[in-house]
């Protein structure tokens, strides 16, 4: 059995800053790309940002130069630096795997719980 458990979430005021984390445990045999998607209330879900287990990162355009993803392959960890938080990034932030479980098994998404971000203005 697979987890994504995520930290980090809370209320902060604009302009400051937030690190959210996420530690995927269980029986991975290869995680290909990690990530953070987020959704705000009446809104669809979106990505915020991914990386590879190259390091080859995407990161939406809302975001870009605020927020930087990184990875620790050998922890199986995602993390996402939050800085200048805005108002509108106030979502539920859900951490994303894309990974298979054995060598045979073809790769599909895992996700977590989420976390609450809140930005006050």
């Known amino acids: 059995q697979v987890q994504l458990v995520e930290s980090g979430g809370g209320l902060v005021q604009a302009g400051g800053s937030l690190r959210l984390s996420c530690a995927a445990s269980g029986s991975f045999f290869r995680i290909n790309v990690m990530g953070w998607y987020r959704q705000a209330p009446g809104k669809q879900r979106e990505l915020v940002a991914r990386i590879t287990d190259g390091g080859s990162a995407d990161v939406a355009d809302s975001v870009k130069g605020r927020f930087t993803i990184s990875r620790d392959n050998a922890k199986n960890t995602v993390s996402l630096q939050m800085n200048s938080l805005k108002p509108e990034d106030t979502a539920v932030y859900y951490c994303?795997?894309?990974?298979?479980?054995?060598?045979?098994?073809?790769?599909?998404?895992?996700w977590g719980r989420g976390t609450q971000v809140t930005v006050s203005s």
């Open positions: 994303n795997v894309y990974g298979g479980l054995t060598m045979m098994s073809g790769d599909k998404f895992y």
